[in-house]
Each structure stands twice: as structure tokens, then as C-alpha cells.
């Protein structure tokens, strides 16, 4: 039987102890390559939810009790079991998310590597002495939030599901999970099959698909102390707001339309490979996508010519039947979306060098130049695979063009001066900055987030990053006998 079989979890959603029918019904897994139903996934509505929320809390004061070897241990097995099943996983990436092998391959191991460095987490001091006036012992320590909601995209469902599901599970919280239901398979039932089968106890794991009413019974119980949101900036602010009137904490990660820098003194075949990747790597639907091309105005018209050249090449159809670069876009608002920025971009001046045209969902890769900063390809986040480059003449000009946007994910310079790359960096806001690389990059060690529209700041990845997310501090103090008052 496949790890994943439909059987399993046809029409159903997993929480307390196994699966089960939703109360809001079930809707088609659709394969964007072809438009074909594959299969059937529960969709949660609030009622769902709220269920869910009652069951982790309850379940959740035993598990933050046990001991954090038996933590560590859920942790490592469904690490192991992302290996062990990573080609049934990657077969449900590539069909229902629109994944080349290569893109379904990264996320399986991303995910593996996620549960072994949660695993770590179970056993990390939990805090710390702290000085005292008084004659007794101060100390702080981090303590489990309790229930922790998660709410994931579809564009790399795996990776933006398992980094806040494993981290939290691991430091003594329940979850409440609500993938997109348009991945609901490799990015919802992926992660509870393996945490099924890794003997996770039961009510700890909850996984919803659901839309925008379960998101909003989400982040409005009141069990839900927590809430990590990926996803659109419009969206987020929404989920923010709404946090914020329930006094939640809520980390948000949100869009971006990175920036990515060739200096005058870069190899130019190495900047255009680095380019390509950037903008054209999952069809542009990356959050770090290099969404803009600042290229010294020296090189930039061989830059085009040979990025252009690169764009036309690559072979664009189904990645579950062909050997190609970039699959389907994700579904038809989402092309219509990208070609309307693109459409709206040549009728504002731009010019097309490659791409620009489209079958069904499969988009050709699109490099557009000779723009102003006002076309909408290079002022908005596209979220598909379209590169406009723009010149600059001086690194003053360079960081004022990268600096003006009002995202601030991730950026790369590409040059042959890593000092002088890094000095560049530092006058631009961003959470994330590559020197002599592109903008898409993401390890489970390193704190991940972006600053402005794109978020509110590192918060997955990297011991101190998940700690702070996941758990509060809380102040304790002890002495041996009741403290005397005048009163």
C-alpha cells in the first residue's frame, strides 16, 4: 500500500486519533498540468476547527509533561519516515503542486531535515539563572504556548507546512494545521502520515484543509495561542489584524519582490544562470523569487540577450510526463494574474524579450526590459516566471532602486568584490541577503523572514528563532521559606 493512498484519506481530515469525514464536505484534488480530479480531500469549516482546538488543548498538557527524549524521539522517526516514503511524497508534489522532480526532491529533504533539527530542540536548555536582591533562586524559562495554529500556502507546501508544525510539536505544543486545500495531499496529508506513523499521541496533530472561514475560526479561537501564517502580504494583514484584536501572537511571513543585483564586475554567464534560477525555479511561485533584475547598465543589454536566450530555451509541459524546466502555474486565476502584469507591463513601454505567452497553465518564461519603476511586473509581486531588468549606473542607484519597494524578503549581489557586495547590502532592508548568489535559498538551521510587507521578522529556522516562536517565557522564583510582609 502506498504511503499515501487515497484509500486512507480520501474525503477525510486527520485529527484526535485518525481520520475522519469533515463537517463541511470534501472537494476535488485537481492535477494543474492536466486539469484531472486525482482524488478527494476533506475540507474543514469552522465547526471542524473548533473540534480540533478543544481536542490539542486537552492533549497538549501531557505532551509538553513528557519527557523530552520521547519528544525527540516522534521527531527523528518522522524525519526518517520523510526519507523512507520521499518518492510517494514527491509523486503527489509533482502531480498536485505543479513541482518539477528536482523542486519535489528539495522539499522531501528540507522536510526530513526540519524534523531532525526539531528534534534537537526538545533537549535545548530551557533557560536561564537570572540575579536576585533577595535570598532566593530567579530564573526564567521558556514554556510551551500551548496550541499552535499553522496555516500554509501551496507553492511549496511540504517545506512552509512542516517548518512551523515540527518545531512547535517538538518544544511541547499541540497543532492546529490548515494547509491550502488546492495541496492538500503533499502539503496536509503528507505531514500527518508521517507524524501518524512516527506514533505522535493522539490530538496533538490536526490537519484542516480549509479556506478562508476555517482561517478565520483559526486564528480566532481562543485556544489557538499562537498563529505562523505564510502566505500573500494581502492576507496577512488580514490574519494580523484579526490576531491582534484577539491579543494573539501571530508570525507572519508574507510576499516579497526580491531583488537581484549584477555588479558591473560579475561573470555575466554565472549572473545569468543565478538569474534564471531566481526568477524561473517553481514557475516564479517562490516568495523569494528574484522578482527584480538590477543589472549595471555596462552589461545589462548582454545580460537581457543572454537571459533571454536562456528563457527561450527551457522547455516549458508536465513535469509527471516530461522532462521539463518549469511545470503548470498553480490554476487559472494565477496565470490570468501573472499575464495581466505582464500585458499591463508592455503596455506601459516595456519591452519583450522572451516569454510573454502561455497554454493552458504552462507559462513561458518572460524576461522583460526597458521599464519604469511603475510597470507593473517589476513594481508588484508577480508569483510567476517573469524576470524585468532594469540598469543602474552607480551603487548608490542600485541600493535606491532595491531599497524602493515596499517588501524586504531576500536579495542578492552578484559580484567579484565579496566585501564590497556585503557594504551594499547593508543599505538595503531585508531579512535575507545572499552574496554571489540568487534570492531562493532556505535551510532548516537558518532563521528565515523578512522585514516591511514581507513579514515581521526571522521567526522559522535556526534553534533561537523556533524557541522564541514557539514558546513564552515565563518568570519564576524560589525560597525555602513564605516571605514575611508588614501587612
Known sequence: MEFLDPKIWSGSVYGGSGWTGSQAGDAAVIEPATGKEIGRAGIAGPADIATAAGQAARAQRAWAAASFEERAAVLRRAGRLFEDHAADIQHWLVRESGSIPGKAAFETHVAAQECYEAAALASQPPGEILPTAKQRLSLARRVPVGVVGVIAPFNAPLILGIRSVAPALALGNAVVFKPDPRTAVCGGVAIARVFEEAGLPAGLLHMLPGGVDAGEALVTDPRVRVVSFTGSTAAGRKVGELAARHLKRVHLELGGNSALIVLD?????????????????????????????????SVKDEYVERLAAKADQMPVGDPATQQVALGPLIDRRQRDKVHALVTGSLDSGARLAAGGTYEELFYRPTVLTDLTTSAPAYAEEVFGPVAPVMPFSSLEEAASLAGDSEYGLSLGILTRDAMKGLALADLIPTGIVHINDQTVDDEAVAPFGGVGSSGTGSRFGGTRANIEAFTDTQWVTMQGDIARYPF
Open 265 to 297: 564586475d560579475a561573470d555575466v554567464d554565472l549572473a545569468v544562470s543565478a538569474g534564471a534560477w531566481g526568477s524561473f525555479f517553481h514557475q516564479g511561485q517562490i516568495c523569494m523569487t528574484a522578482g527584480r533584475h538590477l543589472v549595471h547598465a
